[in-house]
């Protein structure tokens, strides 16, 4: 009965570690813009995902991590796949993103309704990371 | 005697009566509704803390290895990066060393496959300018 207990409460801090990391990302895009650093203001937000990227640790719903461009130009396919490279180039948000319920990584623009996606589980190199 | 005989009548009577209504009510098919339903939830709730369960003890393994992630590093990264890796990439290419001394050749050699393996990482981008501008005596 503890234990239940215990794992009730460890899915309140999944919920809410995946809320402050939006919120971390948001604010630092925020910031980052208005200091003139990024010609180009980006935001998260969770969507429904792609349910051929599920995995073990996937939501039951909204599995996806949208990252959307609002740059009020189209972006194009290099401007998408380049935020797309970085962030999947970042381990440790990758895993984290893995481990907090999302598969499928999204970056939009803010124009059209183009948009490419990845498999997050096919970058997070988890089970290297175990054995290490 | 007949008085008798007909108390031992209307007990045995009441007994097949109560029986015959607990059968009629098992006999009904709305009856196991509420029971199956309530069969279902508790085998899915089984299901699920179960699985619940599994994860959590995986999330902790994997979270244990997890650093702390810096937001404003990743924006640094996602809106410098690029911009420094292509200036990094054209500068400190090998072909232009050709006619410098073996060490140096080495030094832009060992630069160049840097800057391809961090191309997405700025503050090691970063490292990576000062180090051709005090080894390879490049300007930006």
Same mark, same amino acid.
């Given at each position: 009965m503890w234990q239940f207990l215990e794992d009730i409460k460890e899915w309140f801090n999944d919920t809410s570690d995946a809320f402050k990391l939006q919120r971390d990302f948001n604010k630092a895009a925020r910031l980052a813009f208005v200091s003139g650093n990024a010609s180009t203001l980006i935001e998260c937000k969770t969507t429904r995902g792609d @349910?051929? !990227? @599920?995995?073990?640790? #996937? #939501? !039951?719903?909204?599995?996806g991590f949208r990252v959307k461009a609002l740059s009020g130009k189209p972006l194009n396919t290099e401007d998408l796949k380049n935020i797309g490279r970085i962030i999947l180039d970042n381990q440790s948000l990758v895993r984290r993103l893995v481990m907090l319920g999302w598969d499928t990584l999204e970056v939009h623009g803010d124009v059209d309704n183009y948009g490419l996606k990845w498999k997050l589980i096919d970058h997070a190199n988890i089970g290297q990371f175990i054995g290490s | 005697m007949n008085n008798d005989s007909i108390k031992n009548s209307i007990k045995t009577y009441t007994m097949k009566n109560e029986k015959s209504k607990i059968e009629n009510l098992l006999q009904n098919?709305?009856?196991y509704i509420p029971l199956g339903l309530g069969f279902m939830v508790v085998t899915a709730g089984i299901i699920a803390y179960n699985k619940l369960k599994k994860q959590s003890k995986l999330k902790r393994e994997i979270n244990n290895n997890i650093d702390d992630i810096n937001m404003n590093d990743l924006m640094n990264n996602i809106n410098k990066s690029s911009e420094l890796y292509e200036q990094l990439k054209r500068r400190c290419h090998p072909d232009r060393f050709t006619t410098k001394s073996d060490e140096i050749q080495k030094y832009a050699d060992e630069i160049a496959s840097e800057v391809a393996k961090n191309r997405s990482d700025y503050n090691k981008l970063l490292e990576l300018k000062d180090k051709a501008e005090r080894l390879l005596n490049v300007k930006f």
């Open positions: @349910k051929n !990227y @599920k995995h073990q640790f #996937s #939501s !039951y719903l909204n599995t | 098919p709305i009856v």
